[in-house]
């Protein structure tokens, strides 16, 4: 397997800020009854961070979307009983962002306005901790002593503050919608 | 989005980041193990992480003041500099510290370390107590452990991991932390792996080998089968087979379990038959029960390890039996009467 941290870092530039745009698209699928939608965009991370190798996709996005939808036809698959509207759904759908457009790219710069958002967005002390950790590079002891908590709630501080920031970041304020205006409209203007 | 399974994750990405000590990297090799969508929800959250440490980049917080972070305009187009370049290589020791977690998390592969080699014999030292007596022994790492009669133990503090063999007898540990250095203990049938725990473990040819924590948590893993967590005030019989029967025990339980510390055993409706056996443990005039009937008599009480004429009398008064001695040996028969 690829050096992890390598990764990391491509799974952290290339999916996590266009997550939610990610989620709305794979929701408009229909997901058959049962099939949650965590469980898609769960496993479709782990297919990500298995490949041996990512050098040849051009567009995680598109990729990611595909894995998700080879995970939802092999649900359905299992589940046998398929609604007939679900698979022509499916089959229907066309990848149109193979090659994204700027409309749907996040520049570094906007990724880094985002995650300042996020942070600003943060309570205490999860926001003091968080920056300690992640800006000062303290370890979890020397944060504990600074604010006063033991190792271990630091520890299980900074996982619910990760967690929420996760969760700021990949709704990403105006720009997942403006990525998903983008795709639709292009869906729209698709048969020209 | 309170998916159980992305705060899991966010919890061990977090520990990863902290350091993981040996027991909780076996967990956490488990739980990937386990579901393809703990490995997925784990990368996202090590994402996070990756996404996250770009904050070194921004201009949030005067890092040497250390105080509560101030006000800033991040609505303001104007305060984001486009001096990317500059301020990320600044931080750089800061992103080596953060580099770590990743590191620690790459070793995540393979199970092999998951099995340990026993002790060699080299670096091997022998603890073993007299039948009646009680011992304590405090090892070079801080544990301290209570050996009680007849017990044999094999210690080795050298190399990744402390590790102790049970041989044979009844035994409580209090393992002194060390993040770095488990301590598993190995015993006919399990073993049982921990950082910081307090726990009681005995192992006999005629019974169920059996352990019980009283702090702390610990993972038992049974020969050939899959681990399970203990935690305070749990006890785990390890059957055959692999099979582990969990109870939940109250503090009096415990410390009824451990009163042989103090040279002294207690029983809670325990089987006369069981309790002779016990004495006879710790040596002493043995007791003979020459009526079977009255081998099921549940006996409650604490008694002198050192003394089992004592508990015979006790016996035999309070349940109206009749108690003689016949070369050296206590023997108890009657009927039994309402």
Same mark, same amino acid.
């Given at each position: 397997?690829?050096? *992890?941290?390598?990764?990391?870092?491509?799974? @952290?530039?290339?999916? +996590? *800020?266009?997550?939610?745009?990610? !989620?709305?698209? #794979? &929701? /408009?699928?229909? +997901?058959? %009854?049962?099939?949650?939608?965590?469980?898609i965009v769960q496993q479709a991370y782990a297919r990500l961070a298995s490949l041996p190798s990512v050098d040849h996709i051009r567009s995680p996005r598109s990729y990611f979307l595909q894995t998700? &939808?080879?995970?939802?036809?092999?649900?359905?698959?299992?589940?046998?009983?398929?609604?007939?509207?679900?698979?022509?759904?499916? $089959?229907?759908?066309?990848? @149109?962002?193979? $090659?994204?457009?700027? %409309?749907?790219?996040?520049?570094?710069?906007?990724?880094?306005?985002?995650?300042?958002?996020?942070?600003?967005?943060?309570?205490?002390?999860?926001?003091? =901790?968080? +920056? @300690?950790? =992640?800006?000062?590079?303290? $370890?979890h002891k020397e944060i504990g002593a600074l604010v006063g908590l033991s190792d271990n709630a630091v520890q299980k501080l900074l996982a619910r503050t990760m967690q929420a920031l996760a969760r700021k970041i990949s709704r990403g304020g105006s720009l997942p919608t403006r990525a998903s205006i983008a795709r639709d409209t292009r869906r729209n203007h698709g048969p020209l | 989005m309170a998916n159980p399974i992305t705060t899991a994750a966010f919890n061990w990405a977090t520990m990863v980041d902290r350091g993981l000590a040996e027991a909780e990297r076996a967990e956490l090799e488990a739980w990937?193990?386990?579901?393809?969508?703990?490995?997925?929800?784990?990368?996202? @959250?090590?994402?996070?992480?990756?996404?996250?440490? !770009?904050?070194?980049?921004? *201009?949030l917080v005067s890092a040497a003041s250390g105080s509560a972070p101030t006000e800033h305009g991040a609505d303001d187009e104007e305060e984001w500099p486009d001096t990317r370049q500059s301020a990320w290589s600044r931080p750089m020791q800061r992103r080596a510290a953060l580099a770590l977690g990743c590191v620690a998390a790459a070793g995540l592969a393979g199970f092999a370390w998951l099995r340990n080699p026993a002790p060699t014999p080299a670096d091997v030292r022998v603890l073993r107590t007299a039948v009646g007596e009680v011992r304590n022994v405090l090892l070079e790492d801080g544990t301290a452990i209570v050996l009680d009669t007849a017990t044999e133990l094999r210690v080795s503090l050298e190399g990744n991991t402390r590790n102790i063999v049970l041989i044979a007898? /009844?035994? #409580?540990?209090? =393992?002194?932390?060390? *993040?770095?250095?488990?301590? =598993?203990?190995?015993?006919?049938?399990?073993?049982?792996r921990t950082s910081r725990s307090s726990f009681a473990v005995e192992s006999f040819s005629q019974t169920l080998p059996q352990l019980v924590v009283r702090a702390g948590v610990l993972e038992l893993t049974p020969t050939a089968a899959t681990s399970v967590a203990l935690g305070p005030n749990q006890r785990a019989i390890v059957a055959p087979g692999g099979y582990v029967t969990l109870e939940r025990m109250s503090d009096a339980d415990i410390d009824r379990e451990l009163f042989w510390r103090q040279g002294k055993i207690a029983f809670a409706e325990t089987s006369l038959d069981r309790a002779v056996r016990d004495f006879a443990r710790y040596g002493g005039p043995t007791i003979e029960l020459r009526d079977p009937q009255i081998r099921g008599i549940q006996v409650t009480g604490v008694f002198s390890a050192r003394d089992p004429e004592g508990f015979a009398r006790a016996v035999a008064r309070a349940f109206d039996l009749s108690l003689g001695i016949e070369h050296g040996k206590f023997i108890m028969s009657g009927k039994l009467k309402k």
């Open positions: 397997m690829a050096d *992890p941290c390598q990764r990391n870092e491509w799974l @952290a530039s290339q999916i +996590l *800020p266009y997550e939610q745009f990610l !989620r709305t698209t #794979i &929701r /408009k699928w229909r +997901l058959p %009854e049962g099939l949650d939608l965590d469980d998700a &939808r080879t995970l939802v036809l092999m649900h359905i698959r299992r589940a046998r009983l398929v609604p007939i509207e679900i698979f022509a759904d499916l $089959s229907g759908l066309e990848l @149109a962002d193979d $090659s994204p457009s700027p %409309e749907t790219e996040i520049s570094d710069r906007e990724q880094l306005r985002l995650l300042a958002q996020a942070i600003d967005q943060l309570g205490e002390p999860g926001r003091t =901790v968080f +920056l @300690a950790r =992640v800006r000062e590079g303290k $370890s | 990937l193990a386990q579901d393809e969508r703990h490995v997925g929800a784990y990368h996202q @959250a090590r994402a996070t992480f990756a996404f996250a440490s !770009r904050a070194q980049a921004l *201009p007898g /009844k035994a #409580i540990f209090d =393992v002194a932390f060390d *993040p770095a250095r488990s301590l =598993v203990l190995h015993a006919l049938g399990f073993t049982a």
